[in-house]
T-cell receptor, first 116, second 112 residues
Framework: KAGVTQTPRYLIKTRGQQVTLSCSPISGHRSVSWYQQTPGQGLQFLFEYFSETQRNKGNFPGRFSGRQFSNSRSEMNVSTLELGDSALYLC???FGPGQGNTGELFFGEGSRLTVL | GNSVTQMEGPVTLSEEAFLTINCTYTATGYPSLFWYVQYPGEGLQLLLKATKADDKGSNKGFEATYRKETTSFHLEKGSVQVSDSAVYFCALDNQAGTALIFGKGTTLSVSS
């Protein structure tokens, strides 16, 4: 079956702009999590959505937001971009809590954002 | 709060050498523990997991044992291959949902 699909794969923005990243989970998965990966901080949890509701949120400023649609697809948005937002943004999907969840997350290849 | 600490890399080994990557954790309760691997240019994929104390996860020759008394989940492989070159992440579940908390990752480089 198709894996987790993230678009776009690469993008370049300038400071102050905003960006929207998209994630399509594996068919049947209803939970989507987002992570920011940087060389200095490693993988940091941004937020998790299940059935269109945000269940958990990491320690990121309000400029980072997300949403999930009824078909489980998710988007994340970063407004007023800063240089430090340059990172690989990874999306992961799973069945969700109590849904035969084994704890395994299935990751996409990521969206690499460069802020100039 | 919950956290994961991994040994700093990079780890550089010759083919067929023995590998250990240390991982310790801090958590309340009884989290599940995971090792994920990220090959160059790819997303993360699950390597192995353990859900309770003394469980041993294994896959592709890699093993890790959930040690509650030492709060550790060290990754081992008896004979590494060049194809094992990747970044390895130790992780635990936060028990509040399906989000995982990751260590910073250890880069493994294996030369022939």
């Amino acid at each position: 079956k198709a894996g987790v699909t993230q678009t776009p794969r690469y993008l370049i923005k300038t400071r102050g702009q905003q960006v929207t990243l998209s994630c399509s989970p594996i068919s049947g998965h209803r939970s989507v999590s987002w992570y920011q990966q940087t060389p200095g901080q490693g993988l940091q949890f941004l937020f998790e959505y299940f059935s269109e509701t945000q269940r958990n949120k990491g320690n990121f400023p309000g400029r980072f937001s997300g949403r999930q649609f009824s078909n489980s697809r998710s988007e994340m948005n970063v407004s007023t971009l800063e240089l430090g937002d340059s990172a690989l943004y990874l999306c992961a999907s799973s069945f969700g809590p109590g849904q035969g969840n084994t704890g395994e997350l299935f990751f996409g290849e990521g969206s690499r954002l460069t802020v100039l | 709060g919950n956290s994961v600490t991994q040994m700093e890399g990079p780890v550089t080994l010759s083919e067929e050498a023995f590998l250990t990557i240390n991982c310790t954790y801090t958590a309340t309760g009884y989290p599940s523990l995971f090792w994920y691997v990220q090959y160059p240019g790819e997303g993360l994929q699950l390597l192995l997991k353990a859900t309770k104390a003394d469980d041993k996860g294994s896959n592709k020759g890699f093993e890790a044992t959930y040690r509650k008394e030492t709060t550790s989940f060290h990754l081992e492989k008896g004979s590494v291959q060049v194809s094992d070159s990747a970044v390895y992440f130790c992780a635990l579940d936060n028990q509040a949902g399906t989000a995982l908390i990751f260590g910073k990752g250890t880069t493994l480089s294996v030369s022939s």
